[in-house]
């Protein structure tokens, strides 16, 4: 442990690397600029801005869909008949776990760049949050509610269907949110499978100059904040009156 | 028995008065108050019962002396002090704090749970662990329990331990809060009457809170009845309280059994039981014939040399010359001098008979009970005089 | 242009690898690239020694960024605990951080910290906050009522009741918490490379390993046996400090 740390910190925080600022990466953002690093190359500007963004939301938006399709029925299957529960709570551990650098890189040296693959290793990412809390949300549902509609004559789809999932809303909407965190911040260094996202600006550094590179990272985040929100929100759209209290 | 070093300095009768006065606690601006005015002395060493329907203000009461509820108007006295010049802390260790839910602290083991208000007054270890030992042998467990944690305990067993743990600093008063409430109604009765038990040995100034009437009668040396707004509606001992209900909410609230559950007071030896002809095998049956003349009871009893009960003489019986070791009718339900009066009546009925035997503790004859019997004690003056502490009355 | 049109021609023209990708291959890599292989052994048994300096780099990049997390996070939980007003703002709080990928953060701070190791550890300090807190204000919720109540009529002064039984029982899911936010530290400091705070990420992105197999399964399965290895760790952990949750009657 490096006790040199804080005061370290604080003299970081009074000195303003010269080449980076906000100002200049707002502008970066809206107008394309002559790079200044990289002789006379045009960077910056909305459209490019636009296009790279559109590519992130795209590739996450594929990648989500195919988390979903494939985590989310296992989950709520095995949450449904409470198997598989090793499996179930192993693979979010495991998922956490994995280093999406390494994961990216990998792909791309081994199996090749692309669209396609990129969306495979997001995709791959995306399953661990989804399956395990489709499965912890489906179980975690009052059991005494399933027994009473499974007498009054349900059948196990529809129990899964009517009471199970919208009771589990939240949990599964927690792990959906976890997966689409985990997506959109991988699918940042896609540029490393030759997939150019908004990362492109942050990577790539002697293009986009400093001013690039922070003008990325907050297109990042905003991107992440805005992804959230919604999602926020078609959670509570989703989720059942009876069920709206606020907790922690 | 518990070692006499340490008993010396757990002083049983040093137990202490509660008094409210005019005690108020009213929530935010309602115009209602939970507790209103109340008024209530409560004598030292003794169990005094508040009971009445949910909301009636007799859990807040109960907490307005340990200050887990503050007083917003009058005050409580404990021991002559009152509570609003203590640190609520500090007061609180000196009362113990029984609760339905127990609230044992499940990351501790039972001894720890025990030691908590010790440790927390600074005791040394060894007397701690001395008062441990003697507390876990009072409330019937076994030694060993004690390295075990609450989670390992049945429910039964976890009420007992929450009983030690207010017991463990000899606190001045224990408030007790439907302290048997969420046990099965069979442990419910084994738990009441440990309690009784243990009362009986250390006289502790006790503040019960029920809403249980039977449980009220059963423990209450005293008790309050309660209407909403902690306004007492009657304070009285059970047997007042059973005789002489104070107004129609109370003779509702006791019960339309209130005769019956005075039986449950009552012992067989509290009655003067009536005297049956006694006869013996082979004595002549005219000898019984006379006694039968102006006898109590109509039917002669067969006794063995040991004056035992053997069985009931019938007209057929007594037409033979002598008494036949073999009577005609069976002996019947056979009671016993201590016997609580409600269970001897359910033997009664239940035997179809008009009359039973009662045996004393040797088995000898002490003399016949019917429900006539019972009846006319009930309605006598004599009955009324009757009254025995929780602690000793039938359980 | 139709919309749809438009909206497909990013992700067609996504394809194209952009400028100053790839990195230039090292010649000491090369006989082992050469070849092709996924895996090569023998260059992995010779240059083992190179992962000692990033892997001790990344264990300390993790202990501090989470330690540091975790004081902060249980501050905010000691605060929120008895003022139920700051929790909405703590949790939206704690919550942005963790929504912002951390690659990005390392950026954001880049006009205020620069690059260099202080600024790894404070984007990975703050994508843990959220984690610990909420665990920990979970675990402190779901202490019994009944266990409170009978502590405070027993005479525990508020501080008592929260450093002797609160806390104790709320562990599991502190410990929890702190599981989860560890093991996504080892993973996601292998970003760290991007900030200029050293790491195993060095050996899969930094100077010519961008395209080298062996060194990026080395690394990353070096950083996936860290994330398991401090996930058994805090579990042992969690069963010792909590000796009451062996054992219960049915």
Known sequence: ?????????????????????????????????????????????LSQVVELTLTQLEVTVLALALSLAVALPIGLYLGHRGKGEFLAIGIGNAGRAVPELALIALMATAIGVGVLNLTVALAVLGVPPILTNAYVGVRQVDRSSVDAARGMGMSELEILRKVEVPLAIPTIFSGIR????????????????????????????????????????????????????????????????????STA | MPDPEVTDEVPSADASAVRYENATKRYGDSAEAAVERLNLEIPAGEVCVLVG?????????????????????????????????????????????????????????????????????????????ARTAELLELIGLDPELGERYPAQLSGGQQQRVG??????????????????????????????????????????????????IDEAIKMGDRIAVMRKGGHVAQYATPAELLMAPADEFVEDFVGADRALKRLALMRVSDIDLWEAPLAHVGQATAEVRAKLRGAEVPYPLLVDSERRP????SERDLAAETVAARPDSPLGPLLDLDDVMRDALADLLQGEAQYAAVADHRGRIAGVLSVEIISEFLASPQAKTEEHGAAERPH | MTGAAALALPLAKAG????????????????????????????????????????????????????????????????????????PPLLAGTGILYTIPSIAFFFLLLPITGRGRETAIIALSAYTLQIIYRNTMIGLANVPTAVKDAARGMGLTERQI???????????????????????????????????????GTQIYGQGNINFATSIIIAGGIAILMALAFDAVLLITQRLTTPWRRGAQA
């Open chain 1, 1 to 45: 442990m490096s006790l040199p740390l804080l005061p370290a910190l604080a003299g970081r925080l009074f000195t303003v690397p010269p080449s980076a600022s906000f100002g200049g990466a707002v502008e970066f953002i809206f107008t394309p600029q002559t790079s200044n690093v990289t002789g006379g190359k045009t960077v910056g500007g």
């Open chain 3, 162 to 200: 929260l450093w002797k039984v609160e806390l104790p029982l709320a562990t599991p899911e502190i410990v929890a918490g702190l599981r989860i936010a560890t093991v996504s530290t080892v993973a996601i400091a292998t970003l760290a490379v991007f900030a200029g705070g050293g790491g195993l």
């Open chain 2, 310 to 313: 053997l069985g009931w003489l």
């Open chain 1, 178 to 245: 976890g997966a689409t965190i985990a997506i959109v911040a991988t699918a940042t260094i896609a540029p490393l499978a030759g997939v150019l996202t908004l990362g492109d600006f942050i990577i790539n550094q002697n293009v986009y100059g400093d001013d690039g590179v922070v003008a990325g990272a907050m297109l990042v985040a905003f991107l992440a904040l805005a992804l959230e929100f919604s999602l926020a929100g078609l959670q509570r759209l989703l989720t059942s009156k009876g069920l709206k209290v």
């Open chain 3, 16 to 87: 194209e690898v952009g400028e100053g990708f790839f990195h230039e291959r090292s010649s000491e890599t090369l006989p082992c690239q050469a070849t092709d292989k996924l895996f090569c052994f023998d260059w992995a048994k010779e240059n083992i020694g190179r992962y000692g300096t990033p892997t001790v780099q990344h264990l300390e990049l993790v202990a501090i960024s989470v330690l540091l997390g975790f004081a902060i996070a249980f501050a905010f939980s000691l605060l929120a605990h008895r003022r139920p007003w700051l929790r």
């Open chain 2, 163 to 212: 009983v030690a743990r207010a017991l463990a600093a000899d606190p001045l008063v224990m408030l007790m809060d439907e302290p048997f409430g969420a046990i099965d109604p069979i442990n419910r009765e084994r738990l009441q009457n440990e309690f009784l038990r243990l009362q009986a040995e250390i006289r502790k100034t006790v503040l019960f809170v029920t809403h249980d």
């Open chain 2, 53 to 129: 329907p949910s909301g009636c203000g007799k859990t807040t009461a109960m907490r307005l002396v340990n200050r887990t509820v503050e007083l917003t108007e009058g005050d409580v006295l404990l021991d002559g002090e009152s509570v609003r010049d203590r640190d609520p802390a500090r007061l609180r260790r000196e009362t113990g704090y029984v609760i339905q839910q127990i609230g044992l602290f499940p990351h501790r083991t039972v001894a720890e749970n025990i030691a908590t208000v010790p440790h927390l007054l600074g005791w040394k270890k060894e007397r701690i662990g």
